[in-house]
């Protein structure tokens, strides 16, 4: 399997493409995890991260966001980690590490006076994202389909086993943590209503469809 995604309860893949479930979470944890949590870490270590760096997260309570705000700051040692979400999801934000929760119903990101020596959009607004940049940072961006030019830059993933060893540890210590959308797991008989829920933009974290109902 080299396609990204299937719905099956059984598919075929390459080992090299697959790491051990950390011993402490489910297997629908396990199952929302791969491709975001790769996609998150893969980006910032493209961007060439690193600590006592700032980051602002834009879509932070998404799949990819939600993870990206836990790995900046429990995993690569960000100073300072801002992120921009909906009213209800502020907490959410909060509760994941970031340090500055941004209601983008209320306030334009691009508008406030902090600057970030890198951006993470994952929501496709890169022409925003490089004006709260500090001199020298830059934007990565893991939207499909956008136009994007320096400095910012599109990531898309590079899939291996390897990622996910070396985040096993700090998924088994809780440090980071599986973010999913509290309207699952939807059973394969619901799977229209899962991706209807999708494309209304409004999930938090993953959306898992699990094959036991």
């Known amino acids: 399997m080299k396609q990204l995604g299937t719905l099956a309860e059984y598919t075929i893949t390459e080992e090299r493409l697959l790491g051990l479930k950390p011993k402490n979470i489910s297997f629908v944890e396990a199952a929302s995890l791969p491709l975001a949590i790769q996609t998150a870490y893969g980006g910032l270590e493209s961007a060439n991260f ?62 406030l006076p902090h600057k970030y020596d890198l951006v993470y959009d994952t929501i496709g607004q890169p022409d925003k994202a490089v004006k709260v940049l500090k001199e020298g940072g830059s934007a990565v961006v893991v939207a499909v389909g956008v136009a994007v030019a320096p400095p910012a830059f599109a990531y898309s993933l590079n899939a291996s086993g390897e990622y996910l060893k070396k985040l096993n540890p700090y998924l088994e210590s809780g440090k980071v943590k599986a973010v999913l ?7 394969f008989d619901k799977v229209e209503e899962a991706f209807a829920h999708i494309e209304t933009n409004h999930a938090t974290g993953k959306v898992v469809v699990h094959p036991i109902a």
């Open 50 to 111: 690193s600590e006592g760096k700032s980051i602002l997260v834009l879509g932070g309570a998404g799949g990819v966001g939600s993870l990206v705000i836990q790995l900046a700051k429990h995993v690569f040692g960000a100073s300072h980690v801002a992120a921009t979400s909906s009213t209800p999801k502020l907490d959410l934000l909060k509760s994941l590490g970031a340090d500055l929760a941004i209601d983008y119903t209320q306030h334009n990101f691009e508008d």
């Open 181 to 187: 959308d509290p309207k699952g797991p939807f059973p």
